[in-house]
């Protein structure tokens, strides 16, 4: 059985589909959500599948308080679902190729700093883009540049606003990141 462990900064609608999965896998088990947000609201959906949480600042983060916490919990893949901070070297050194990251665009389009969450939909409509989609890769120390493992696409319309092109990617995400994960371990 491999352990997972989650970090995320905010909602965490895509740690709870993969919470969901894994609760009847006998391949995986969620066994840490982590975050660097006190109130992020992943950490109530956590609790409510009983996941233990942790908490940690950035500065804890690069002083390698969750490298640490990641080793004790004899934890074997890293999922990256909506987390916000840059991850230190030593930490994708720790892990290699078990960290695995979502990203809500077809890279290499949109990828890099400053490129998440609504700022990506923006751009994908400013440039007047036909399509977008989701990326699933794995982390390296270059953000947004490890091995792409997974991609989908959906049409965009001229009538779509970055709002509903969040919802079609978002859709995308819930139905096949945790399959994705799956067919990782
Ligand atoms: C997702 O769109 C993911 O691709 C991105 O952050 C968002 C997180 O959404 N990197 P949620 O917190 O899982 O709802």
């Keep these: 059985m491999k ?25 995986g088990k969620v066994a840490l959500v982590a975050s660097n947000k006190p109130d992020a609201y992943v950490l109530e959906r956590a609790k ?20 640490e916490k990641l080793k004790q ?17 030593s930490l ?4 290699p190729d078990r960290m695995v990251n979502i990203h809500p665009a077809l890279l290499p389009k949109y990828g890099g700093k400053g490129m998440y969450g609504a700022h990506v939909h923006q751009a994908v409509k400013e440039a007047g ?7 699933i890769h794995l982390v390296n120390e270059h953000y947004d ?25 978002h859709a995308l995400e819930h139905r096949y990141f945790p399959q994705v994960i799956d067919s990782l371990l």
């Design 129 to 135: 883009d036909k399509e977008t989609g989701i990326t």
């Design 92 to 95: 994708t050194r720790s892990f």
């Design 145 to 169: 540049e490890g091995k792409i493992i997974f991609q989908a696409a959906t049409s965009v319309s001229a009538e779509d606003t970055p709002e509903t092109i969040a919802e079609k990617v």
């Design 73 to 89: 919990e004899k934890i074997d893949w890293v999922i990256l679902a909506g987390f916000l901070l840059k991850i230190p070297e």
């Design 3 to 27: 352990r997972l462990a989650i970090l995320a900064s905010g909602s965490g609608s895509n740690a709870e589909k993969i919470m969901e999965f894994f609760k009847s896998s006998s391949k």
């Design 48 to 67: 409510k599948f009983n996941v233990p949480t942790f908490t940690f600042s950035k500065k804890e983060m690069e002083a390698g308080l969750i490298e």
